[in-house]
């Protein structure tokens, strides 16, 4: 069993910057992706970045690209979110996920963000 557990959450104004962390009990040896979602209250999950683990291409939402970064620590077992020019919009709890190769998926708790106008 592998547990996620989602730091960094905050309360920024507009145009600030917020860093998020996913840290995983355990190096996993089956690992296909990991990523970050998001949902606001009343709103469904949506996703929002993640990482290919063999090679670490990533992918982005369209709201979030050029202004969010995921990357990775192999050796702390952990992943990130770098959020700069936030937006009032991008308010939410913010998931990290992790997608096994055999299809096994493991959700962590989340994080708020709020973003003040």
């Known amino acids: 069993q592998v547990q996620l557990v989602e730091s960094g959450g905050g309360l920024v104004q507009a145009g600030g910057s917020l860093r998020l962390s996913c840290a995983a009990s355990?190096?996993?040896?089956?690992?296909?992706?990991m990523g970050w979602f998001r949902q606001a209250p009343g709103k469904e999950r949506e996703f929002v970045a993640s990482?290919?683990?063999?090679?670490?291409?990533?992918n982005y939402a369209d709201s979030v690209k050029g202004r969010f970064t995921i990357s990775r620590d192999n050796v702390k077992n952990m992943v990130y979110l770098q959020m700069n020019s936030l937006k009032p919009e991008d308010t939410a709890v913010y998931y990290c996920?992790?997608?096994?190769?055999?299809?096994?998926?493991?959700w962590g708790q989340g994080t708020q963000v709020t973003v003040s106008s």
């Open positions: 996920k992790l997608a096994l190769t055999y299809g096994g998926v493991y």
């Open positions: 355990r190096r996993t040896v089956s690992t296909s992706a």
């Open positions: 990482m290919v683990w063999t090679g670490g291409n990533t």
